[in-house]
Protein backbone atom coordinates (compact mmCIF):
# COMPACT_ATOMS: atom_id res chain seq x y z
CA UNK A 1 0.00 0.00 0.00
CA UNK A 2 1.45 3.27 -1.03
CA UNK A 3 0.39 6.29 0.95
CA UNK A 4 0.85 9.94 -0.41
CA UNK A 5 2.40 12.43 -0.89
CA UNK A 6 5.83 9.96 -1.22
CA UNK A 7 8.94 11.46 0.65
CA UNK A 8 11.57 12.26 -1.90
CA UNK A 9 14.77 13.39 -1.41
CA UNK A 10 15.73 15.48 -4.32
CA UNK A 11 19.85 15.61 -4.97
CA UNK A 12 20.27 18.50 -7.57
CA UNK A 13 21.61 22.12 -8.67
CA UNK A 14 19.50 24.48 -9.52
CA UNK A 15 17.08 21.51 -11.78
CA UNK A 16 14.07 23.23 -13.73
CA UNK A 17 12.14 19.65 -13.40
CA UNK A 18 11.89 20.03 -9.60
CA UNK A 19 8.96 22.58 -9.73
CA UNK A 20 7.42 20.19 -12.23
CA UNK A 21 7.98 17.03 -9.51
CA UNK A 22 6.19 18.87 -6.91
CA UNK A 23 3.70 19.80 -8.75
CA UNK A 24 2.55 16.22 -10.27
CA UNK A 25 -0.95 14.83 -8.83
CA UNK A 26 -2.68 11.83 -8.30
CA UNK A 27 -6.15 10.39 -7.43
CA UNK A 28 -7.17 8.30 -4.37
CA UNK A 29 -10.33 7.23 -3.70
CA UNK A 30 -11.66 10.09 -6.20
CA UNK A 31 -9.13 12.84 -4.09
CA UNK A 32 -6.49 14.52 -5.72
CA UNK A 33 -3.28 14.48 -3.71
CA UNK A 34 0.67 15.40 -4.00
CA UNK A 35 2.66 12.80 -5.47
CA UNK A 36 5.56 13.63 -3.90
CA UNK A 37 6.75 15.51 -1.39
CA UNK A 38 10.29 17.05 -1.90
CA UNK A 39 13.11 17.90 0.44
CA UNK A 40 15.91 19.13 -2.21
CA UNK A 41 19.25 19.47 -1.09
CA UNK A 42 22.93 20.54 -3.06
CA UNK A 43 25.68 18.77 -1.61
CA UNK A 44 26.54 15.23 -0.67
CA UNK A 45 26.45 16.48 2.92
CA UNK A 46 23.76 17.59 3.40
CA UNK A 47 22.08 15.13 1.49
CA UNK A 48 23.86 11.86 3.64
CA UNK A 49 22.56 14.11 6.58
CA UNK A 50 19.23 14.37 5.57
CA UNK A 51 19.06 10.56 5.24
CA UNK A 52 19.64 10.39 9.44
CA UNK A 53 16.72 12.96 10.01
CA UNK A 54 13.40 12.41 7.80
CA UNK A 55 12.57 9.27 6.38
CA UNK A 56 12.62 9.27 2.44
CA UNK A 57 11.24 6.61 -0.05
CA UNK A 58 12.77 7.60 -2.81
CA UNK A 59 15.84 9.42 -4.05
CA UNK A 60 16.15 11.87 -6.88
CA UNK A 61 19.58 12.50 -8.50
CA UNK A 62 20.09 15.01 -11.03
CA UNK A 63 22.78 14.90 -13.99
CA UNK A 64 23.13 18.62 -12.77
CA UNK A 65 25.76 17.32 -10.25
CA UNK A 66 29.03 16.90 -10.77
CA UNK A 67 29.96 13.06 -11.37
CA UNK A 68 32.23 12.53 -7.98
CA UNK A 69 29.32 13.79 -5.92
CA UNK A 70 26.28 11.64 -7.66
CA UNK A 71 29.58 8.29 -7.09
CA UNK A 72 30.03 9.38 -3.52
CA UNK A 73 26.27 9.14 -2.47
CA UNK A 74 24.87 5.97 -4.03
CA UNK A 75 28.78 4.60 -2.69
CA UNK A 76 27.38 5.56 0.52
CA UNK A 77 23.71 4.49 -0.02
CA UNK A 78 24.56 1.02 -1.16
CA UNK A 79 25.73 -0.51 1.56
CA UNK A 80 25.73 2.18 4.59
CA UNK A 81 21.43 2.21 4.90
CA UNK A 82 19.05 0.19 4.09
CA UNK A 83 18.19 0.32 0.56
CA UNK A 84 16.22 3.00 -1.04
CA UNK A 85 14.76 3.22 -4.98
CA UNK A 86 17.19 5.56 -6.58
CA UNK A 87 16.28 7.68 -10.00
CA UNK A 88 19.03 8.91 -11.67
CA UNK A 89 17.52 11.69 -13.84
CA UNK A 90 20.78 11.69 -16.65
CA UNK A 91 20.91 12.26 -20.44
CA UNK A 92 24.46 11.20 -20.31
CA UNK A 93 26.45 8.38 -18.72
CA UNK A 94 28.16 9.91 -15.85
CA UNK A 95 27.73 6.94 -13.29
CA UNK A 96 31.12 4.85 -12.43
CA UNK A 97 30.12 1.28 -13.18
CA UNK A 98 31.23 0.05 -9.50
CA UNK A 99 27.99 1.67 -8.71
CA UNK A 100 25.51 -0.37 -10.07
CA UNK A 101 27.71 -3.53 -8.84
CA UNK A 102 25.94 -3.48 -5.23
CA UNK A 103 23.40 -6.01 -4.77
CA UNK A 104 22.04 -3.99 -1.61
CA UNK A 105 21.41 -0.41 -3.72
CA UNK A 106 18.46 -0.22 -6.64
CA UNK A 107 19.22 2.39 -8.86
CA UNK A 108 17.48 3.39 -11.88
CA UNK A 109 19.06 5.17 -14.74
CA UNK A 110 16.20 7.43 -16.66
CA UNK A 111 16.11 10.20 -18.96
CA UNK A 112 15.21 13.72 -16.92
CA UNK A 113 13.35 15.36 -19.39
CA UNK A 114 10.89 12.22 -19.89
CA UNK A 115 10.93 11.02 -16.33
CA UNK A 116 9.01 14.47 -15.66
CA UNK A 117 6.40 13.47 -18.84
CA UNK A 118 5.66 9.77 -17.53
CA UNK A 119 2.56 8.60 -17.22
CA UNK A 120 1.88 9.12 -13.11
CA UNK A 121 -0.28 5.60 -12.76
CA UNK A 122 2.93 3.55 -13.85
CA UNK A 123 4.96 5.10 -12.09
CA UNK A 124 3.26 4.49 -9.15
CA UNK A 125 2.63 1.27 -9.74
CA UNK A 126 7.08 0.48 -10.55
CA UNK A 127 7.41 2.69 -7.15
CA UNK A 128 4.65 0.46 -5.14
CA UNK A 129 6.77 -3.03 -6.03
CA UNK A 130 10.02 -1.19 -4.98
CA UNK A 131 8.44 -0.07 -1.95
CA UNK A 132 7.94 -4.03 -1.30
CA UNK A 133 11.69 -4.18 -1.49
CA UNK A 134 12.46 -1.31 0.84
CA UNK A 135 10.41 -2.50 3.15
CA UNK A 136 11.28 -6.23 3.89
CA UNK A 137 15.30 -5.55 3.93
CA UNK A 138 14.98 -2.27 6.11
CA UNK A 139 13.35 -4.09 8.86
CA UNK A 140 16.60 -5.49 9.53
CA UNK A 141 18.90 -2.09 10.14
CA UNK A 142 15.82 0.00 11.05
CA UNK A 143 15.51 -0.92 15.15
CA UNK A 144 19.57 -0.80 15.30
CA UNK A 145 19.89 2.66 13.41
CA UNK A 146 17.28 4.43 15.21
CA UNK A 147 19.02 3.58 18.57
CA UNK A 148 22.21 4.71 16.99
CA UNK A 149 20.75 8.00 16.20
CA UNK A 150 19.18 8.94 19.07
CA UNK A 151 22.24 7.90 21.42
CA UNK A 152 22.67 11.61 22.79
CA UNK A 153 26.81 10.46 22.37
CA UNK A 154 28.90 10.39 19.03
CA UNK A 155 28.54 6.98 17.86
CA UNK A 156 30.41 5.99 14.60
CA UNK A 157 29.65 2.04 12.61
CA UNK A 158 33.05 1.46 10.83
CA UNK A 159 34.05 -2.07 8.88
CA UNK A 160 36.68 -4.03 9.06
CA UNK A 161 38.92 -1.95 6.66
CA UNK A 162 38.36 1.10 8.39
CA UNK A 163 35.43 2.37 5.81
CA UNK A 164 32.81 4.29 8.09
CA UNK A 165 29.25 2.69 7.52
CA UNK A 166 27.19 4.98 9.76
CA UNK A 167 27.48 8.01 12.35
CA UNK A 168 24.84 9.55 13.96
CA UNK A 169 24.16 13.31 14.52
CA UNK A 170 26.39 13.81 17.67
CA UNK A 171 29.24 12.38 15.90
CA UNK A 172 28.40 14.87 13.04
CA UNK A 173 28.99 17.52 15.31
CA UNK A 174 31.98 16.49 17.15
CA UNK A 175 33.55 15.73 13.81
CA UNK A 176 32.29 18.52 11.67
CA UNK A 177 36.06 19.74 10.77
CA UNK A 178 37.74 16.16 10.52
CA UNK A 179 36.51 15.27 7.27
CA UNK A 180 34.74 12.10 9.06
CA UNK A 181 31.28 12.92 8.37
CA UNK A 182 30.87 11.29 4.68
CA UNK A 183 29.63 7.97 4.69
CA UNK A 184 32.60 6.31 2.81
CA UNK A 185 35.27 8.34 4.80
CA UNK A 186 38.31 6.45 6.04
CA UNK A 187 38.72 6.05 9.44
CA UNK A 188 42.11 6.25 10.46
CA UNK A 189 42.48 5.93 13.92
CA UNK A 190 42.98 2.25 15.93
CA UNK A 191 40.19 -0.33 15.73
CA UNK A 192 40.39 -2.89 18.08
CA UNK A 193 37.76 -4.38 20.70
CA UNK A 194 38.20 -2.68 23.68
CA UNK A 195 40.81 0.36 22.73
CA UNK A 196 40.46 3.43 24.03
CA UNK A 197 42.72 6.31 22.86
CA UNK A 198 42.04 10.17 22.61
CA UNK A 199 41.79 12.20 19.18
CA UNK A 200 43.10 15.89 18.85
CA UNK A 201 41.01 17.60 16.33
CA UNK A 202 39.89 21.87 15.40
CA UNK A 203 36.15 23.21 15.54
CA UNK A 204 34.70 25.59 13.12
CA UNK A 205 36.64 28.17 15.12
CA UNK A 206 40.18 26.81 15.26
CA UNK A 207 39.92 25.90 19.05
CA UNK A 208 41.16 22.87 19.79
CA UNK A 209 38.77 19.37 20.10
CA UNK A 210 39.81 16.79 22.47
CA UNK A 211 37.43 13.53 21.63
CA UNK A 212 37.99 10.43 23.31
CA UNK A 213 37.03 7.62 21.27
CA UNK A 214 36.13 3.74 22.76
CA UNK A 215 36.26 0.83 20.52
CA UNK A 216 33.97 -2.27 20.63
CA UNK A 217 34.02 -5.10 17.98
CA UNK A 218 29.88 -5.72 16.68
CA UNK A 219 28.37 -7.56 13.87
CA UNK A 220 26.76 -5.38 11.27
CA UNK A 221 24.87 -6.72 8.44
CA UNK A 222 26.20 -9.87 9.15
CA UNK A 223 29.39 -9.14 8.67
CA UNK A 224 32.37 -7.71 11.24
CA UNK A 225 32.69 -3.90 12.01
CA UNK A 226 33.66 -1.77 15.09
CA UNK A 227 30.99 0.37 17.23
CA UNK A 228 33.39 3.44 17.68
CA UNK A 229 32.11 5.57 20.76
CA UNK A 230 32.96 9.38 20.45
CA UNK A 231 33.30 11.82 23.83
CA UNK A 232 34.20 15.24 23.92
CA UNK A 233 36.61 14.97 26.68
CA UNK A 234 37.71 18.78 26.00
CA UNK A 235 36.27 20.60 29.46
CA UNK A 236 37.81 18.11 31.31
CA UNK A 237 41.11 18.80 29.85
CA UNK A 238 40.50 22.37 29.99
CA UNK A 239 39.77 22.28 33.82
CA UNK A 240 43.00 20.20 34.45
CA UNK A 241 44.76 22.59 32.56
CA UNK A 242 43.29 25.14 34.38
CA UNK A 243 44.42 23.59 37.90
CA UNK A 244 47.67 23.18 36.78
CA UNK A 245 47.62 27.12 35.82
CA UNK A 246 46.73 27.65 39.33
CA UNK A 247 49.27 25.70 40.36
CA UNK A 248 51.92 27.02 38.61
CA UNK A 249 50.84 30.83 40.10
CA UNK A 250 51.00 29.51 43.33
CA UNK A 251 54.24 28.23 42.83
CA UNK A 252 55.52 31.33 41.49
CA UNK A 253 54.13 32.97 44.43
CA UNK A 254 56.06 31.46 46.84
CA UNK A 255 59.06 31.69 44.47
CA UNK A 256 58.92 35.31 44.60
CA UNK A 257 58.48 35.14 48.50
CA UNK A 258 61.30 33.37 48.99
CA UNK A 259 63.73 35.36 46.57
CA UNK A 260 65.71 36.33 49.53
CA UNK A 261 66.31 32.63 50.14
CA UNK A 262 68.11 32.19 46.48
CA UNK A 263 71.21 31.12 47.47
CA UNK A 264 70.50 28.27 49.55
CA UNK A 265 67.05 27.34 48.42
CA UNK A 266 67.86 24.30 46.96
CA UNK A 267 69.61 23.28 50.46
CA UNK A 268 66.21 24.78 52.05
CA UNK A 269 63.91 22.60 49.87
CA UNK A 270 65.58 19.44 50.82
CA UNK A 271 65.42 19.77 54.31
CA UNK A 272 62.17 21.29 54.15
CA UNK A 273 60.67 17.95 52.21
CA UNK A 274 62.04 15.73 54.37
CA UNK A 275 60.82 17.04 57.38
CA UNK A 276 57.45 15.96 58.78
CA UNK A 277 54.95 18.34 60.33
CA UNK A 278 53.72 17.48 64.30
CA UNK A 279 49.98 17.75 64.94
CA UNK A 280 48.38 19.13 68.48
CA UNK A 281 45.12 18.78 69.79
CA UNK A 282 44.00 20.77 72.46
CA UNK A 283 40.78 20.22 74.47
CA UNK A 284 39.49 23.63 75.84
CA UNK A 285 36.94 22.19 78.04
CA UNK A 286 39.94 18.95 79.74
CA UNK A 287 42.50 21.54 79.83
CA UNK A 288 45.02 19.11 78.04
CA UNK A 289 46.78 19.31 74.72
CA UNK A 290 47.20 15.86 73.37
CA UNK A 291 51.09 16.32 71.12
CA UNK A 292 51.72 13.56 68.11
CA UNK A 293 54.97 11.76 68.51
CA UNK A 294 56.15 13.75 65.31
CA UNK A 295 55.54 16.67 67.50
CA UNK A 296 57.74 15.56 70.21
CA UNK A 297 60.48 13.74 67.76
CA UNK A 298 60.71 17.58 66.30
CA UNK A 299 62.04 18.21 69.58
CA UNK A 300 63.87 15.38 70.42
CA UNK A 301 61.26 14.42 73.19
CA UNK A 302 59.95 10.93 73.94
CA UNK A 303 56.55 10.25 75.69
CA UNK A 304 56.20 11.88 78.82
CA UNK A 305 59.00 13.77 78.62
CA UNK A 306 56.54 17.25 77.63
CA UNK A 307 53.21 17.56 79.85
CA UNK A 308 50.09 17.48 78.16
CA UNK A 309 49.08 21.13 79.33
CA UNK A 310 49.27 25.15 77.62
CA UNK A 311 51.41 25.74 80.34
CA UNK A 312 54.10 22.59 79.51
CA UNK A 313 53.94 24.16 75.83
CA UNK A 314 54.68 27.75 76.91
CA UNK A 315 57.45 27.10 78.90
CA UNK A 316 59.35 25.68 75.62
CA UNK A 317 58.93 29.25 73.74
CA UNK A 318 62.23 31.07 73.67
CA UNK A 319 61.83 34.02 75.74
CA UNK A 320 62.12 36.90 72.59
CA UNK A 321 59.11 35.03 70.78
CA UNK A 322 57.09 34.66 73.82
CA UNK A 323 55.33 38.25 74.06
CA UNK A 324 54.41 37.27 70.22
CA UNK A 325 53.12 34.22 70.36
CA UNK A 326 51.18 35.00 73.31
CA UNK A 327 49.64 38.08 71.70
CA UNK A 328 48.74 36.53 68.37
CA UNK A 329 46.86 33.19 70.57
CA UNK A 330 44.86 36.10 72.39
CA UNK A 331 43.95 38.22 69.03
CA UNK A 332 42.91 34.58 67.96
CA UNK A 333 41.04 33.54 70.76
CA UNK A 334 38.98 36.90 70.91
CA UNK A 335 38.12 36.09 67.69
CA UNK A 336 40.55 38.74 65.55
CA UNK A 337 41.91 36.36 63.31
CA UNK A 338 40.70 33.86 61.13
CA UNK A 339 43.22 31.57 61.72
CA UNK A 340 46.36 31.35 64.03
CA UNK A 341 50.01 31.10 62.37
CA UNK A 342 53.34 32.36 63.32
CA UNK A 343 56.90 30.89 63.33
CA UNK A 344 58.59 31.15 66.51
CA UNK A 345 61.35 29.13 68.29
CA UNK A 346 60.83 26.71 70.63
CA UNK A 347 63.45 24.50 72.81
CA UNK A 348 64.68 21.16 71.86
CA UNK A 349 65.90 18.51 73.77
CA UNK A 350 68.95 19.66 73.43
CA UNK A 351 69.28 22.78 74.92
CA UNK A 352 68.98 24.59 71.50
CA UNK A 353 66.22 26.33 69.94
CA UNK A 354 64.08 24.96 67.09
CA UNK A 355 62.25 27.39 64.32
CA UNK A 356 58.93 26.36 63.53
CA UNK A 357 55.99 27.20 62.10
CA UNK A 358 52.61 26.78 63.98
CA UNK A 359 48.48 26.48 62.09
CA UNK A 360 45.87 25.79 63.98
CA UNK A 361 42.07 26.53 63.69
CA UNK A 362 39.69 26.68 66.64
CA UNK A 363 36.56 24.70 66.68
CA UNK A 364 32.83 25.71 68.03
CA UNK A 365 29.86 24.12 69.07
CA UNK A 366 25.95 25.05 67.89
CA UNK A 367 25.95 27.39 70.68
CA UNK A 368 29.36 28.83 69.39
CA UNK A 369 30.96 28.23 72.44
CA UNK A 370 34.76 27.16 72.02
CA UNK A 371 35.55 23.52 72.79
CA UNK A 372 38.56 22.58 70.59
CA UNK A 373 41.84 23.81 68.74
CA UNK A 374 43.97 21.54 66.59
CA UNK A 375 47.25 22.71 64.64
CA UNK A 376 50.51 21.68 62.99
CA UNK A 377 54.16 22.16 63.92
CA UNK A 378 56.67 22.38 60.62
CA UNK A 379 60.03 22.67 61.19
CA UNK A 380 61.59 25.57 59.46
CA UNK A 381 64.76 26.34 60.99
CA UNK A 382 67.33 25.75 57.98
CA UNK A 383 64.75 28.18 56.21
CA UNK A 384 64.88 30.52 59.07
CA UNK A 385 68.56 30.03 59.56
CA UNK A 386 69.18 30.82 55.75
CA UNK A 387 67.14 33.84 55.78
CA UNK A 388 69.10 34.89 59.13
CA UNK A 389 72.67 34.55 57.61
CA UNK A 390 71.67 35.83 54.43
CA UNK A 391 69.99 39.17 56.01
CA UNK A 392 73.30 39.54 57.94
CA UNK A 393 75.34 39.34 54.80
CA UNK A 394 73.87 41.94 53.12
CA UNK A 395 74.73 45.71 53.86
CA UNK A 396 71.28 47.58 52.80
CA UNK A 397 69.69 45.32 55.89
CA UNK A 398 72.14 46.70 58.52
CA UNK A 399 69.88 50.03 57.75
CA UNK A 400 66.60 48.55 58.31
CA UNK A 401 67.84 46.88 61.76
CA UNK A 402 68.98 49.81 63.05
CA UNK A 403 66.35 52.11 62.12
CA UNK A 404 63.96 49.43 63.57
CA UNK A 405 66.12 48.86 66.52
CA UNK A 406 64.21 51.33 68.78
CA UNK A 407 60.58 49.87 67.64
CA UNK A 408 61.27 46.71 67.84
CA UNK A 409 62.90 46.98 71.97
CA UNK A 410 59.82 49.08 72.42
CA UNK A 411 57.44 46.76 70.60
CA UNK A 412 59.71 43.78 72.78
CA UNK A 413 58.98 45.37 76.41
CA UNK A 414 55.04 45.31 75.16
CA UNK A 415 54.70 42.07 74.39
CA UNK A 416 56.44 41.38 77.78
CA UNK A 417 53.48 43.02 78.76
CA UNK A 418 50.72 40.90 77.08
CA UNK A 419 48.10 39.33 79.20
CA UNK A 420 47.33 35.28 78.40
CA UNK A 421 43.74 34.39 79.03
CA UNK A 422 42.33 32.35 82.23
CA UNK A 423 42.55 28.27 81.14
CA UNK A 424 39.67 27.91 83.12
CA UNK A 425 36.63 30.25 82.51
CA UNK A 426 38.28 31.94 79.15
CA UNK A 427 38.58 35.36 80.08
CA UNK A 428 41.59 37.47 80.77
CA UNK A 429 43.49 36.76 83.95
CA UNK A 430 45.43 38.66 87.22
CA UNK A 431 48.53 39.62 85.02
CA UNK A 432 46.53 40.84 81.91
CA UNK A 433 44.24 42.57 84.44
CA UNK A 434 47.22 44.66 86.19
CA UNK A 435 48.47 45.52 82.46
CA UNK A 436 45.53 46.98 81.57
CA UNK A 437 44.91 49.17 84.61
CA UNK A 438 48.48 50.35 84.39
CA UNK A 439 47.57 51.88 80.75
CA UNK A 440 43.56 52.57 81.96
CA UNK A 441 45.27 54.75 84.32
CA UNK A 442 48.04 56.35 82.09
CA UNK A 443 44.91 57.40 79.96
CA UNK A 444 42.36 58.72 81.90
CA UNK A 445 44.60 60.33 84.39
CA UNK A 446 45.55 62.73 81.16
CA UNK A 447 42.06 62.80 79.70
CA UNK A 448 40.62 63.65 83.96
CA UNK A 449 38.13 61.09 83.28
CA UNK A 450 36.49 58.15 85.78
CA UNK A 451 37.43 54.96 85.90
CA UNK A 452 35.09 52.81 87.62
CA UNK A 453 36.22 48.96 89.09
CA UNK A 454 33.65 46.41 89.92
CA UNK A 455 34.95 43.93 92.30
CA UNK A 456 32.52 40.48 91.63
CA UNK A 457 32.23 37.69 94.58
CA UNK A 458 30.73 34.70 94.37
CA UNK A 459 28.29 34.10 97.29
CA UNK A 460 28.50 30.82 99.05
CA UNK A 461 31.07 29.30 96.70
CA UNK A 462 32.81 27.49 99.21
CA UNK A 463 29.58 25.85 100.17
CA UNK A 464 28.82 25.30 96.83
CA UNK A 465 32.40 23.04 96.31
CA UNK A 466 31.58 21.64 99.15
CA UNK A 467 28.52 20.88 98.48
CA UNK A 468 28.33 19.83 94.33
CA UNK A 469 32.03 18.94 93.82
CA UNK A 470 35.26 20.81 92.71
CA UNK A 471 34.00 20.46 89.09
CA UNK A 472 30.88 21.83 89.24
CA UNK A 473 32.31 24.40 90.61
CA UNK A 474 34.61 24.80 87.50
CA UNK A 475 31.06 24.60 85.49
CA UNK A 476 29.44 27.35 87.92
CA UNK A 477 32.49 30.13 87.77
CA UNK A 478 32.55 29.37 83.67
CA UNK A 479 28.61 30.52 83.38
CA UNK A 480 29.32 33.27 86.08
CA UNK A 481 32.03 34.65 83.72
CA UNK A 482 30.23 33.80 80.25
CA UNK A 483 27.42 36.35 82.15
CA UNK A 484 29.55 38.78 83.10
CA UNK A 485 31.44 39.31 79.70
CA UNK A 486 27.42 39.33 78.08
CA UNK A 487 26.81 42.09 79.98
CA UNK A 488 29.81 44.70 79.84
CA UNK A 489 29.90 44.42 76.12
CA UNK A 490 30.93 47.73 75.44
CA UNK A 491 34.44 47.51 73.45
CA UNK A 492 36.01 49.27 75.87
CA UNK A 493 35.18 47.59 79.07
CA UNK A 494 37.37 44.96 80.48
CA UNK A 495 36.33 41.40 82.28
CA UNK A 496 38.87 39.63 83.95
CA UNK A 497 39.54 36.52 86.64
CA UNK A 498 41.27 38.08 89.88
CA UNK A 499 41.28 34.86 91.81
CA UNK A 500 39.19 31.97 92.96
CA UNK A 501 36.26 33.08 92.59
CA UNK A 502 36.44 36.72 92.34
CA UNK A 503 36.09 38.36 89.23
CA UNK A 504 37.20 42.28 88.08
CA UNK A 505 35.65 44.50 85.64
CA UNK A 506 37.29 47.80 84.45
CA UNK A 507 34.70 50.38 82.72
CA UNK A 508 36.94 53.39 81.45
CA UNK A 509 35.65 56.54 81.23
CA UNK A 510 32.72 55.81 83.60
CA UNK A 511 31.38 57.84 86.22
CA UNK A 512 29.77 56.11 89.74
CA UNK A 513 26.23 56.58 88.40
CA UNK A 514 26.90 54.98 85.29
CA UNK A 515 28.83 52.55 87.12
CA UNK A 516 26.07 51.61 89.29
CA UNK A 517 23.96 50.50 86.43
CA UNK A 518 26.09 47.92 84.83
CA UNK A 519 26.84 46.62 88.91
CA UNK A 520 22.84 46.26 88.81
CA UNK A 521 22.77 44.48 85.56
CA UNK A 522 25.54 42.07 86.56
CA UNK A 523 23.96 41.54 89.45
CA UNK A 524 20.44 40.21 87.50
CA UNK A 525 22.51 38.27 84.89
CA UNK A 526 24.23 35.97 87.01
CA UNK A 527 21.17 35.44 88.80
CA UNK A 528 19.51 35.13 85.40
CA UNK A 529 21.08 32.32 84.79
CA UNK A 530 19.62 30.04 87.10
CA UNK A 531 22.68 28.09 88.15
CA UNK A 532 21.42 26.12 91.08
CA UNK A 533 22.70 27.28 94.48
CA UNK A 534 23.57 25.53 97.63
CA UNK A 535 21.35 25.44 100.40
CA UNK A 536 21.42 29.03 101.29
CA UNK A 537 18.92 31.73 102.52
CA UNK A 538 20.16 34.26 99.68
CA UNK A 539 18.76 32.33 96.66
CA UNK A 540 17.48 29.51 94.82
CA UNK A 541 20.02 30.08 92.47
CA UNK A 542 24.05 31.33 92.36
CA UNK A 543 24.39 35.00 93.18
CA UNK A 544 26.95 37.54 93.14
CA UNK A 545 27.86 40.22 95.39
CA UNK A 546 29.42 43.17 93.93
CA UNK A 547 31.57 46.17 95.27
CA UNK A 548 31.90 49.56 92.71
CA UNK A 549 34.39 52.26 93.02
CA UNK A 550 34.92 55.46 90.65
CA UNK A 551 37.38 58.04 90.65
CA UNK A 552 39.85 59.87 88.35
CA UNK A 553 42.45 57.77 88.67
CA UNK A 554 45.43 60.53 89.12
CA UNK A 555 47.08 58.58 92.08
CA UNK A 556 46.87 55.10 90.54
CA UNK A 557 44.87 51.81 90.79
CA UNK A 558 45.86 50.75 93.64
CA UNK A 559 43.65 52.99 95.82
CA UNK A 560 40.38 52.53 93.73
CA UNK A 561 40.95 48.52 93.69
CA UNK A 562 40.98 49.03 97.76
CA UNK A 563 38.14 51.07 97.73
CA UNK A 564 36.08 48.89 95.39
CA UNK A 565 37.18 45.60 97.34
CA UNK A 566 35.90 47.27 100.81
CA UNK A 567 32.81 48.13 98.90
CA UNK A 568 32.60 44.36 97.97
CA UNK A 569 32.62 43.59 101.88
CA UNK A 570 30.22 45.75 102.83
CA UNK A 571 27.94 44.11 100.25
CA UNK A 572 28.57 40.43 101.51
CA UNK A 573 28.41 41.57 105.26
CA UNK A 574 25.15 43.32 104.73
CA UNK A 575 23.56 40.20 103.52
CA UNK A 576 25.12 39.35 99.83
CA UNK A 577 23.21 39.53 96.37
CA UNK A 578 23.24 43.45 96.20
CA UNK A 579 25.47 46.02 95.02
CA UNK A 580 27.33 48.22 97.30
CA UNK A 581 29.42 51.59 96.22
CA UNK A 582 32.56 52.72 98.06
CA UNK A 583 33.97 55.50 99.37
CA UNK A 584 37.39 56.91 97.50
CA UNK A 585 38.57 60.35 98.59
CA UNK A 586 35.83 62.70 99.08
CA UNK A 587 33.51 60.31 96.60
CA UNK A 588 31.18 57.92 97.32
Same mark, same amino acid.
Request: net charge negative; with cysteine; glycine share 6%.
Given at each position: ?????????? !????????????????????????? !???????????????????????????????? /????????????????? @?????????????? &? !? =????????????????? &??????? &??????????????????????????????????? +?????????????????????????????????????????????????????????????????????????????????????????? #?????? $????????????????????? /??????????????? =??????????????????????????? /?? *?????????????????????????? $???????????????????????????????????????????????????????????????????????? +??????????????????? #???? #??????????????? *?? *????????????????? &??? $?????? %??? =???????????????????? @??????????????????????????????? %? *?????????? +????????????????????? /??????? #???????????
Amino acid at each position: MVEFPIPVLL !FAHQWEGSSQLAAMQTTVDGVSLPL !FQLTIVESADAAINQLFTIEHRLIFLHESLAD /AEISQFITYCSSRIAPI @PMFCLVEREVLPGE &C !F =SSSDAVIYRLSASEFVK &CNVPALV &CMLAREFGKYQRTSVRLDGLQTIVHQMPGGMLVVD +AQGVILLLNIAAMALLENSGLTMGGAKYDYPLGDGQDYVINLKRMGGAPLLVEATVKEIRWQNAPAFLVNLFDTSEHILLNRQLEKRMQE #RTLQIE $KMNLVLQDSLDRTELVMNAST /AGIWDWDIFAGTIEF =SPQWRQMLGYVDGEVGNTFLSWIELIH /AD *DLGAFLMAWSSYMEGSLDLFQMEYRV $KHKSDGYLWVSIVGRKYVDRSEKLYRMVGTHTNIHARKCAEIELSTQRENLEKIVQSRTEELQIANDTLQKI +AVLDPLTGISNRRALDARL #RVEC #RRLAREESYLSILMI *DV *DFFKQYNDSFGHQAGDE &CLI $KVAKAL %SQT =SSRGADFVARYGGEEFVILL @PSTNAEGALQIARSVRKAVEAASIPAANTQV %S *DWVTVSVGVA +AAVPTEGAESILKAADEALYE /AKRSGRN #RVHLGIYGNQS
